[in-house]
């Protein structure tokens, strides 16, 4: 059974008549087990294939190759289907149309569903939201599915619906299962992909190279396959008349939950998390107080993890107002890592947007207070995604030149990988 454990890291000292409280809070989750196998319900797994006419001959047959690989990943039992996209959404294995649209994973299904995939070939258009409406459809037929996620892979940007009805899509299937969206090639828009991932709490990223594209499919389905834990919640308590100024996720990556929450009771909220398998991960919880004098104390708020009913973990997060400045100065250095990842994240997709619309400078001041800010925290992989789009003159200062040539695969790369953290402990 899956055992949580939670640990909050803050100064707790504010000054007389202070206000804003903020912790990061790290939840630990081990003997998740696997996804399907916990008794908790079952697991399904949809594998959805651009197959546009941008695709073409060499990008068809490594999706192709990588959908097969992915289906070997997938534990035996396991509810299953394939679908094929373009401009339309196509249930390319099991081959039904009516009742269930996904079948168990074992010896004789999974080569139905290579042969199935065998046949794919490149033409039509994109419309990325009939393909997660579709994938809604298909885990709806089956009613005992607890845990849903989604492989997603594209080449092109969606042209064949409006951006409202890809928003609309979104919007209808948010909340319902769970998507790790990629990109192949260079002819695909970002901040597109990353709207569905993120809405569904799932990852983005480019595989530039068509022949990565097996093993990135084989790892992203393991990695779902060792979510044991179908749905957990982050339930946040704060007392009466306080106020949630945030609640982010901040490791593995940055992940903005404070508008997902949904009332529990008057005084605290649940925050989706999706399913879990033997991690940890980090929330930044900001609370404002009403003010209190020196020598007050008050619980600010009460983080707990909850799957279904029952509330596995908690950490408190707690405010003592003082006059003693050595204490009320101090910076918690976790919050201080994680406050300058989530400007980190947000400068770096600033600065990339400025300099795709020419505004040069913008983008400089931008992509410079970047460097700056992963080189103080560490981040090693951003700082070497952001040198192959500036050249740094001094990284303590953030002083830098926007390079002349840049290829876009590296500025896609540095955008997809912005929202990643480094971790922190003393």
Same mark, same amino acid.
């Given at each position: 059974m899956?055992?949580?454990?939670?640990?909050?890291?803050?100064?707790e000292?504010l000054?007389?008549?202070g206000?804003? !409280? &903020?912790a990061?809070?790290?939840?630990?989750c081990?003997?998740?087990g696997?996804?399907?196998?916990t008794g &908790?319900?079952?697991a399904g797994?949809?594998?959805?294939?651009?197959?546009?006419? &941008?695709?073409?001959?060499?990008?068809m047959?490594?999706?192709? =190759?990588a959908a097969m690989i992915?289906?070997?990943?997938?534990?035996d039992?396991?509810y299953? /289907?394939v679908v094929?996209g373009?401009?339309?959404a196509?249930?390319?294995y099991p081959?039904?149309q009516?009742?269930?649209g996904?079948?168990r994973?074992d010896a004789?299904t999974?080569?139905?569903?290579r042969?199935?995939i065998s046949f794919?070939r490149a033409e039509g258009?994109t /419309?990325?939201?009939?393909?997660?409406?579709?994938c809604? /459809? #298909?885990f709806?037929?089956?009613?005992?599915?607890?845990?849903k996620?989604v492989? #997603?892979?594209?080449d092109?940007e969606?042209h064949n619906?409006t951006?409202t @009805?890809?928003?609309q899509a979104?919007a209808?299937?948010?909340?319902d299962?769970?998507v790790?969206?990629?990109?192949?090639?260079?002819?695909?828009?970002v901040?597109e992909?990353r709207? +569905?991932? @993120? /809405?569904?709490l799932?990852?983005?990223?480019?595989i530039?190279?068509?022949? =990565?594209?097996s093993?990135?499919?084989?790892?992203l389905?393991? =990695?779902?396959?060792a979510?044991?834990?179908?749905?957990?919640?982050?339930?946040?308590? +704060?007392?009466q008349?306080a106020?949630?100024?945030?609640? *982010?996720?901040v490791?593995p990556?940055?992940?903005d939950?404070?508008h997902r929450?949904?009332p529990v009771?008057?005084?605290t909220?649940s925050y989706?998390?999706g399913?879990?398998?033997?991690?940890? *991960?980090d929330?930044h919880v900001?609370?404002?107080l009403?003010?209190?004098?020196?020598g007050?104390? $008050? #619980?600010?708020?009460?983080? $707990?993890l909850?799957v279904?009913?029952?509330?596995?973990? @908690?950490? #408190?997060v707690?405010?003592?107002w003082?006059?003693?400045t050595?204490l009320t100065a101090q910076?918690n250095?976790?919050?201080?890592?994680?406050?300058g990842?989530?400007?980190?994240?947000q400068? +770096?997709?600033e600065?990339l947007?400025?300099?795709?619309v020419?505004?040069?400078?913008?983008a400089?001041?931008?992509?410079?207070r970047a460097? $700056?800010l992963a080189?103080?925290?560490?981040?090693?992989?951003a700082?070497?995604?952001l *040198?192959k !789009?500036?050249d740094i003159?001094?990284a303590?200062?953030?002083?830098?030149r926007?390079k002349?040539? !840049?290829e876009?695969a590296d500025?896609?790369a540095?955008?997809?990988?912005?929202?990643?953290?480094t971790?922190?402990r003393?």
């Open positions: 899956a055992e949580f454990t939670s640990a909050v890291y803050q100064n000292f000054p007389d008549g206000t804003d !409280v &903020s990061i809070v790290t939840i630990r081990t003997g998740a696997s996804a399907g196998r &908790s319900g079952d797994e949809i594998v959805v294939v651009d197959t546009s006419g &941008s695709m073409g001959v060499a990008n047959n490594a999706a192709k =190759q992915a289906l070997d990943n997938i534990l039992g396991t299953f /289907a094929a373009n401009h339309k196509y249930l390319a081959m039904v009516t009742g269930a996904m079948v994973m004789r999974r080569a139905e569903a042969r199935a794919f258009g /419309a990325m939201g009939t393909w997660l409406n579709l809604k /459809a #298909l709806a037929s089956i009613g005992n599915i607890a845990q996620h492989i #997603l892979l594209t092109g969606n619906e951006a @009805q890809l928003d979104i209808n299937c948010a909340g299962f769970q790790d969206a990629r990109g192949v090639g260079v002819d695909w828009k901040a992909i709207k +569905i991932a @993120q /809405a569904m799932g990852t983005v990223d480019i530039g190279d068509p022949g =990565q594209m093993a990135v499919f084989a790892e389905m393991r =990695q779902s396959m979510r044991g834990v179908a749905n957990a919640d982050l339930r946040v308590w +704060i007392p008349g106020q949630v100024l945030f609640i *982010r996720q490791s990556t940055v992940e939950l404070t929450g949904t009771n008057q005084l909220m989706p998390t399913a879990w398998a033997d991690e940890e *991960r929330y900001a609370v404002r009403a003010a209190k004098s020196v007050q104390e $008050q #619980l600010a708020a009460r983080v $707990q909850a279904g009913p029952d509330l596995l973990t @908690q950490g #408190l707690k405010a003592k003082s006059a003693d050595n910076i250095p976790e919050v201080a890592h994680y406050t990842q989530a400007e980190l994240a400068v +770096i997709q600065g947007a400025a300099k795709a020419g505004d040069e400078a913008t400089t001041t931008k992509l410079g460097v $700056q080189t103080e925290s560490g981040n090693t992989e700082t070497s995604k *040198r !789009v500036v003159a001094d303590r200062t953030g002083t830098v926007l002349k040539a !840049v876009k500025e896609m540095l955008d997809t990988a912005s929202t990643k953290t971790r922190i003393g």
